[in-house]
């Protein structure tokens, strides 16, 4: 069964990464013998052996596959390394033209110039939810306060964001919802102020009472927050995310007190200068 398993899901890889389903099928098929003819192959791979000769000739010109021109023709795999490198190295070619395409894109005749002082999207997915967490951490000029809801969130590639805004003098405090993950997190970022979150929501477990699990909240300069849960009562467990920008934002101006009040005092004195004064934190 995991044989199986895992014959699949290397086909399913393998088409992801730009190969045809036939071509994916060979290679795999042919990974797994030493040589093999076309007869072969098509035995072990379910391809028709018709078509086995138009899949090989696009492996072999993808450097996947060499050819013996004996009679019968034999065909043999790369090893796994080589072909991994190989395919490595063209999607990497492929991100890179796309990068440039997409870079020299000119703007729409029509285009305006964004609004952000009530700027409010949504974001699903934990990679593009880890993407803009680690954007909004670089953009940071004076300070960051991160409020980790699960043991999950907190990554290799994160602390080394948090790392790398503390070492350009941003002033960075994270908040744990349990004393293990504060020290995990003082143990890696030993420079940044580590603490026990003070929301009590959070601190159970980081689920609320309706299942819903925070996984994150993220506040930057005091005008750029996201806030990240996920249904824990969902076998998924997909996380989706609120994200906005502008000091004069009210769901900012919100998750600002909010982490203010309940976590750091400092943050709260500076929060009440900046709006408390003026009473009106919304700009309406």
Request: aromatic share 4%; net charge negative.
């Amino acid at each position: 069964m995991d044989d199986i398993s895992n014959e699949s899901k290397a086909v399913g890889l393998l088409q992801e990464l730009g190969l045809k389903e036939y071509e994916a099928r060979s290679f795999v098929a042919l990974s797994r013998r030493p040589r093999g003819t076309a007869k072969e192959i098509s035995e072990g791979s379910e391809v028709p052996r018709t078509r086995v000769y138009d899949a090989v000739r696009v492996l072999e010109s993808k450097g996947l596959v060499e050819v013996q021109h004996s009679n019968p023709q034999q065909f043999r795999a790369v090893s796994v390394e080589e072909a991994v490198e190989t395919l490595r190295a063209e999607y990497e070619d492929r991100i890179d033209s796309l990068c440039d395409a997409l870079s020299g894109l000119e703007p729409a005749a029509d285009g305006e110039a964004a609004e952000t002082t009530h700027e409010v999207w949504t974001l699903s997915g934990a990679a593009s939810i880890v993407a803009r967490t680690g954007q909004l951490i670089e953009e940071a000029d004076e300070e960051v306060v991160l409020v980790l809801g699960r043991e999950s969130a907190f990554t290799e590639e994160l602390a080394e964001r948090l790392a790398a805004a503390h070492d350009r003098g941003v002033s960075v405090a994270v908040g744990t919802v349990s004393e293990s993950l504060r020290e995990r997190v003082s143990e890696q970022l030993p420079a940044v102020e580590v603490f026990v979150s003070g929301l009590d929501w959070l601190r159970r477990s980081g689920v609320t009472d309706d299942g819903t699990g925070i996984s994150r909240l993220l506040l930057v300069d005091r005008e750029a927050m996201l806030v990240s849960s996920f249904d824990a009562t969902s076998d998924s467990r997909e996380e989706r995310a609120v994200f906005g920008r502008g000091f004069n934002n009210g769901l900012v101006a919100v998750v600002r007190r909010l982490m203010g009040t309940g976590l750091l005092g400092g943050l709260a004195d500076g929060d009440r200068g900046s709006d408390g004064a003026n009473g009106d934190d919304t700009g309406e």
